[in-house]
């Protein structure tokens, strides 16, 4: 339909891949953030080919994006048929949306399309996904998501020999698809020593244990009182537990808010979630039921209460509430986290330097930000003064005196004390190769110097893989400088 049109970015989008498909390339990935419209952009695309004539199916592997999908082609105006549980077939259409377990079980019945597109298609790698593409072997694929990476950092370069990069986070806040954030990190640390790494992510049971703490709850509601105070907020929980207790503190403290999980029965579901459009219910809490593509309109705010090792679900989760309120043109999103998650990926608008060669260093460095002693915004390193309450930061000239200063006297106590066995306290100083990562891209140096320095103070196999993370460097190097180091390692040689 004519009343549909494409930004610039989204046409650039298609031609890259258009470009792509022309040289050769069967199977590209498209990293679009939500908010960039992907189903518009590929819509589109599934428009265009079959005006050529040409079968697509657009799979996805939760029913509730098959209805979403489904609106959006009503409103482009794509004819098409649906495959998936409750739905009647009209596999004669040439476009097709299709849920990826239905899809899998009727491949025979469902004739070859010449375009697959896959939604969400960082789960590419699991086998219902494996078996759709093996049986469409010459159909040219365009797999979507916003973060091209799976657990545990494999890399898509399986499926995938391309790869076309959308619009960043900032550019969306820019052209107004997405509202712009305040980000809060909360001043009650979590401890996550105890908690055990499976599949890698951190063990539901563990979290619990950790989480539901009195005081971490208790601050959950503190902060959102002093942060977002009446705002629409949706809480991440570790599961429906855990949830249920972060819904009764707020309760607790008057503030009206609800549990909802997947057994909710979908009428009582239905109907939260419409008290929360509404703003009767203020705090929807909740385990991973809003993270992917469950729509949840009129969200303010999110509580991160939940600790990930996924980027994909802790930006699906944090982005949340950027949605843009046509009735509050200077909506400023508020997300709260209280699991140091930006620790782990940066913030959720962070430009990443994805790519699909699985040799490729990562150039990963650590988070450029920082948290404000006072009120916990997380703010770019080099900010001053924090934007929120004014409190002024110590200056990086501050900083890297004192830490100059630090290293000399650490020095010298290593030269006092060396031959007793009183050493413990000092290797563990705090000189960390995020310290001299920081000296090191202010002054320009080059990551080796990093390595260097911090290998110096490495008294472990952990300290030196901290550094190789740190630097961007393989296991492998670690390791190598670890068999290097220990063989010399004395107390003697330690401390001279
Ligand atoms: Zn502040």
């Not at 401890?191 to 601050?219: H, P, T």
């Not at 994909?312 to 509050?328: E, H, K, S």
Request: glycine content about 6%; proline content about 5%.
């Amino acid at each position: 339909m004519d009343d549909i049109f494409l930004r610039p970015y989204q046409q650039k989008f298609i031609e890259d891949v258009r470009n792509e498909f022309r040289h050769n390339h069967k199977r590209i990935v498209g990293v679009a953030p939500c908010g960039a419209g992907k189903t518009i952009i590929t819509g589109w695309m599934i428009r265009e080919s079959a005006r050529k004539g040409k079968r697509s199916i657009f799979f996805v592997h939760r029913h509730e994006l098959i209805k979403q999908t489904s609106e959006t082609f009503d409103r482009l105006g794509i004819e098409h048929g649906i495959i998936s549980a409750g739905f009647n077939e009209q596999l004669d259409l040439p476009v097709q949306i299709a849920s990826v377990q239905t899809l899998a079980r009727r491949l025979k019945k469902v004739s070859a399309p010449d375009f697959l597109i896959c939604d969400e298609c960082h789960h590419i790698l699991a086998n219902t996904y494996k078996k759709i593409l093996n049986a469409y072997p010459d159909a040219y694929l365009l797999g979507v998501t916003a973060t091209p990476q799976r657990m545990g950092g494999i890399t898509l370069c399986d499926v995938f020999t391309s790869m076309v990069n959308g619009p960043t986070i900032d550019e969306l806040i820019k052209l107004g698809n997405l509202t712009d954030f305040s980000y809060y990190s909360a001043k009650t640390k979590i401890d996550l020593k105890n908690v055990k790494v499976k599949f890698g992510e951190y063990v539901n049971s563990d979290l619990q244990k950790v989480m539901e703490d009195k005081r971490i709850i208790g601050s959950i509601v503190d902060n959102y009182k002093k942060l977002a105070k009446g705002k629409s907020a949706i809480c991440y929980c570790v599961n429906v537990k855990h949830s249920k207790k972060v819904a009764d503190a707020f309760l607790n403290a008057g503030i009206s808010a609800a549990h909802v999980d997947g057994e909710t029965p979908k009428a009582e579901r239905e109907s939260l979630v419409e008290g929360f459009r509404q703003g009767k219910i203020k705090v929807l809490c909740n385990a991973e039921l809003f993270s992917e593509g469950f729509d949840v309109p009129h969200c303010q705010a999110v509580i991160l209460a939940r600790p990930t090792k996924s980027l994909t679900l802790f930006v699906q989760q944090a982005l949340r509430p950027l949605r843009p309120d046509p009735d509050d043109p200077n909506k400023m999103a508020v997300i709260i986290d209280h699991v140091q998650n930006y620790l782990r990926h940066g913030l959720p608008n962070k430009v990443h330097d994805w790519s699909l060669d699985p040799n490729k260093p990562k150039t990963h460095l650590p988070a450029p930000e920082k948290e404000c002693p006072e009120c916990g915004r997380v703010v770019p390193l080099g900010t001053y003064v924090c934007p929120d309450c004014g409190y002024k930061f110590v200056t990086e000239e501050d900083k890297e005196a004192r830490l100059i200063e630090h290293l000399g006297e650490l020095l010298k106590v290593k030269k006092r004390i060396s031959n007793t066995n009183n050493l413990q306290s000092i290797i563990h100083a705090p000189v960390s190769p995020e310290d001299f990562m920081e000296i090191a891209k202010k002054k320009d140096y080059q990551v080796g110097w990093v390595a260097i320095q911090s290998l110096k103070f490495a008294t472990s196999y952990e300290d030196c893989l901290h550094i190789a993370q740190v630097c961007g460097y393989k296991k492998g190097w670690a390791w190598h400088k670890w068999e290097e180091l220990k063989g010399k390692f004395s107390v003697d040689r330690r401390y001279i």
